[in-house]
């Protein structure tokens, strides 16, 4: 499978503990930066659409702020619905200052 790496946005923009949602390709990509470390994973809840970048972050596990979903960031697995379909989780790496992530060709 091909894939791209696409600019989200620079280093430092998202502050640990913190998330925020960037616009990648054709899609919405969450960053969390959990103590010190960036995840990569898709914005939208598989429930019902909801931002994730909005929610909580607890550690490695984020929850939708629309109705309580959870998932672990680092695989995309659902921890607690009512979401049943996981999210997308991307590669991600920095470069040139710059944070990319690895989008698949779907």
Known sequence: MAG?????GPEGEVAE??????????????IANVDGDLHAFDDVCTHQGCSLAEGELDGTTVECPCHGSQFDLTTGEVIGGPATESVDVYQLRVEGGEVQVLINEQ
């Open 4 to 8: 791209e790496w696409v600019k989200v």
């Open 17 to 30: 503990g913190e998330m925020n949602s960037f616009g990648a390709g054709d899609r919405m990509v969450a």
